[in-house]
C-alpha cells in the first residue's frame, strides 16, 4: 500500500520515466534486429527512437518539472 501513500510519488516518477524511455528503448532494440536484414529500416528505426527521446524529453520534462 506503499505506492497508494499521498506523498509518495516514485511511482509517478516512474511511470514518466517508462513513458519517457520504454518506446525509444523498444525501437532501438527493433532496429539491431533488423539491422542485418535491412539496414534501410534499422536507420529508420534508430530516427525514430532519437526523435522520440527529443520529443518525450521536451513533454514530460517539463510535466514533471
Known sequence: MKILEVGNLDGLVLFFAA??????????????AVL???????????????????ISLGVCGALIT
Open 19 to 32: 513513458i519517457m524511455f520504454g518506446p525509444a528503448i523498444l525501437l532501438a532494440i527493433i532496429g539491431f
Open 36 to 54: 542485418k536484414k535491412n539496414k534501410k529500416a534499422a536507420k529508420v528505426l534508430f530516427i525514430l527512437a532519437a526523435v522520440y527521446v527529443i
